[in-house]
């Protein structure tokens, strides 16, 4: 055979090898498990959020499944539904405006501002921090505590969190 012939069996193998790979892993059904984490995974949503000045929060947008509420309003009421996994994203600044998770104590469970909170390390709830955006998983023992955001600064800046179970 010629090298050129070789080179394109090779190349075809490759590919036929590669394509069975891939057909195995993704055809494998291991049952309600993944399931679940399907439909959690679909879970996902951004909320985007502005200032007016040190009165309150507006919602400018949201996207994804799992959540709502209103944009355009001061300090709007904002649901969740338990298993997404959410970004807010503080174009106020978390810098000037730091955006904190409180609970019915109005205690911080997590959020922008230099106090430590009481999830900050919880692996389920996984609060990643980038910039002046923070995401986490709502996990059923946090939508058992999780009550309202509000900047620490300014305490005015604040609304209620509604957990809605999917």
Same mark, same amino acid.
């Given at each position: ?25 993704? =055809? ?13 995974? =679909? ?12 009165? $309150? ?10 959540? $709502?509420?209103?944009?355009g309003?001061?300090?709007? =009421? ?19 405006h ?53 900047c ?15």
């Amino acid at each position: 055979m010629h090298k050129s012939t070789l080179q394109k069996l090779s190349y075809i193998t490759a590919i036929v090898i590669t394509l069975l790979i891939f057909i195995s892993c993704t =055809s494998t059904n291991t049952g309600a498990m993944d399931d679940d984490l399907e439909e959690t995974e =679909s879970l996902s949503g951004t909320v985007v959020m502005e200032s007016n000045g040190a009165q $309150s929060y507006t919602v400018a947008r949201i996207d994804g499944d799992g959540i $709502s509420t209103e944009t355009g309003t001061e300090n709007p =009421s904002i649901s969740l539904t338990v298993g997404g996994r959410y970004t807010f994203v503080n174009q106020a600044g978390a810098g000037s405006h730091p955006l904190d998770f409180r609970n019915g104590d109005r205690e911080k469970l997590f959020g922008q501002s230099n106090t430590a909170g009481s999830l900050d390390n919880d692996n389920d709830v996984d609060v990643v921090e980038n910039g002046d955006a923070i995401t986490f998983t709502l996990t059923e023992s946090l939508a058992a505590s999780l009550v309202d955001y509000i900047c620490s600064f300014h305490p005015g800046m604040n609304g209620d969190l509604f957990i809605s179970e999917e």
